[in-house]
């Protein structure tokens, strides 16, 4: 065992080479663990699984690690709207040579001892956390310390959720899982805005339905390994909240970065014609005077692109007075008589022929009311920042550009 390292394939999909795997960490631990191995006296427990068995109700399936649970000890456990306190019902393990998970009569004991997996039933075990703690109330116990301990193993994960209110509600059946996809989307860059565990329901879906008005590319229930309710598919899909459910944490987030980007590309293409983006432009020579009017331009800061606006800016050499002439939007752009859709400064050395078209007799004449002593800029607003300022645009705008736009503010009197 030293020397040769046993590899056991094994299949998620069919589940083979899993008794096998199991079987090598028992053999290795037996052998070389057997010195370190230790039974404690105090109870180590923890839920695996919360199941409604017919004729004894809700029951949770334990791993018991240490220690020892007897029928009546009263026990207290992580629930989902508080800690549960209830008193053991009934010990039952399944049939010798059978899994807790495969449906079949079970044994009654009194008691059992670790190391094993034991079926508790008892009351109020609807609400259990699985993945958390079980702990007994000993005679030196103090019952409310342990329901305060039990319950940091649910708070603890709500330091993951977002302050601000933003983000995507988190649903995942059991409590490991869900610190898996919690630190996942936090390396992820995701926001949280709720977390829930065990099947999805209406109220679930509820939680999702305020981000439809505050950030609607959030509004996206992400679910790991869980049932989703009819009703509450149902009403997902009237209101308008996306549901992903997957069993592999990779796969929840590909369709959620697929949906991500899908209604990025829908949103740019509806404000597409409020983004404009800045530039600053020098004229080089007059082609066309006038309808339309084509100027051969260098491209002095940011970029200039088809759809922008462009004005000119004059200033009054006596009076300092600034008069900002609309010259018209960008129906196109050549370099080297090659067609493009987008010049950037310092793209080409040869100047870009830039045609601009405006409605009929709104277009400046150039030689009266415009010339080359006068700047040529990218006619943004405050309507246009915003747009950019706008999630779906953000990422497109350099930093440069953003310098630039503070700068054309001043030019162009913007607030």
Known sequence: ?????????????????????LWLLLELTQKRMSKQLKYLSHVEATILEVKVIEGLGTTIDVVLSNGILREGDRVVLCGMNGPIVTNIRALLTPQPLRELRVKSEYVHHKEVKAALGVKIAANDLEKAVAGSRLLVVGPDDDEDELMDDVMDDLTGLLDSVDTSGRGVVVQASTLGSLEALLDFLKDMKIPVMSIGLGPVYKRDVMKATAMLEKAPELAIMLCFDVKIDKEAEQYAEEQGVKIFNADIIYHLFDSFVAYQKKLMEERRKTFAQHAVYPCILKTLQIINKRGPMIIGVDVVEGSVR??????????????REKTIMLLGKVVSLEVNHQSKDIVKKGQTNAGVAMRLEAPSGQQPTWGRHVDENDGLYSMISRRTIDTLKDSAFRDTVPRDDWLLIRNLKSILDIK
């Open 1 to 21: 065992m030293a020397k040769y390292v046993s590899i056991v394939p094994t299949s998620a999909v069919t589940g083979e080479g899993v008794p096998d795997l």
């Open 306 to 319: 088809i759809g922008t606006p462009i004005c000119a800016v004059r200033i009054d050499p006596a009076t």
